[in-house]
């Protein structure tokens, strides 16, 4: 049975129109079946987080100074000469290159300052 919206008369389900007051009857909404399930629900979005610039700095600091960690224990524990001068090689060239990486960024904080960024 529907339910006039208008006057509240009663009528069969296949009326589409109120007799007493010329109202459109709507059909009643399906009922909702409840398998006894849960519906998927979507894990919520979750940002990752933002990387800092002193983070990414360590993160390079440490990946640099690995080499040249090992390479001194290297040098002082063995007794092989060309072993000894490729540490030594290797210290000496991880140094450069951080060195030269110093200079790079301090010339880019210097060029982005002149432009105001």
Same mark, same amino acid.
């Given at each position: 049975?529907?339910?006039? %919206?208008?006057?509240?008369?009663?009528?069969?389900?296949?009326?589409?129109?109120?007799?007493?007051?010329?109202?459109?009857?709507?059909?009643?909404?399906?009922?909702?079946?409840?398998?006894?399930?849960?519906?998927?629900?979507?894990p919520?979005y979750?940002?990752?987080?933002? %990387?800092?610039?002193?983070?990414?700095?360590?993160?390079?600091?440490?990946?640099?100074?690995?080499?040249?960690?090992?390479?001194?224990?290297?040098?002082?524990? %063995?007794?092989?000469?060309?072993?000894?001068?490729?540490?030594?090689?290797?210290?000496? &060239?991880?140094?450069?290159?951080?060195?030269?990486?110093?200079?790079?960024?301090?010339?880019?904080?210097?060029? &982005?300052?002149? &432009?105001?960024l």
């Amino acid at each position: 049975m529907i339910t006039c %919206t208008q006057c509240g008369a009663q009528h069969p389900d296949h009326y589409t129109q109120c007799p007493n007051c010329g109202a459109p009857l709507s059909a009643p909404q399906p009922s909702v079946m409840n398998n006894g399930y849960g519906g998927y629900i979507p894990p919520a979005y979750q940002e990752a987080p933002i %990387t800092t610039v002193g983070q990414w700095f360590g993160w390079w600091l440490l990946c640099a100074l690995l080499p040249v960690i090992g390479a001194i224990i290297t040098m002082y524990s %063995t007794k092989d000469p060309s072993v000894k001068n490729f540490a030594k090689i290797n210290i000496i &060239l991880s140094c450069i290159g951080i060195v030269v990486f110093f200079l790079c960024i301090w010339i880019l904080a210097a060029a &982005l300052r002149q &432009l105001g960024l």
